[in-house]
């Protein structure tokens, strides 16, 4: 069974920083590019980052929403399969619910159509002072 989990959201402070974790059950995420999406209340979902695919501890390329270059960096950890979203000098704005996906590849257009291998649940990211 494939499943997508994702964990490490919560509140935070306007500055602060979360790291999000995607971790890959029941198939190799390696072989997969893997992309952060989010969507707050009342807003269409947004492509905020994704990383090309991988072999063993080669990572792929990746890309970033013009909202969180600078600030956020996807990384890829293979002995624990799993992709992180390091999130820093978080914004009020960055408040949303977080998806991992999985699919054939990454670019810079965070289009969701890519990602069509498995989508997670979702973790909630709230950031206020």
């Known amino acids: 069974q494939v499943q997508l989990l994702e964990s490490g959201g919560g509140l935070a402070q306007p500055g602060d920083s979360l790291r999000l974790s995607c971790k890959g059950s029941?198939?190799?995420?390696?072989?997969?590019?893997v992309g952060w999406f989010r969507q707050a209340p009342g807003e269409e979902r947004e492509g905020v980052s994704c990383?090309?695919?991988?072999?063993?501890?080669?990572?792929?390329?990746?890309a970033y929403a013009d909202s969180v270059e600078g600030r956020f960096t996807i990384s890829r950890d293979y002995a624990k399969n799993t992709v992180y979203l390091q999130m820093d000098s978080l914004r009020p704005e960055d408040t949303a619910v977080y998806y991992c996906a999985v699919g054939a590849g990454c670019d810079h257009s965070l289009k969701a159509s890519r990602f069509d291998k498995s989508w997670g649940q979702g973790t909630q990211v709230t950031v206020s002072s």
């Open positions: 029941g198939f190799t995420l390696a072989y997969y590019a």
């Open positions: 990383i090309s695919t991988a072999n063993a501890d080669t990572y792929g390329s990746t």
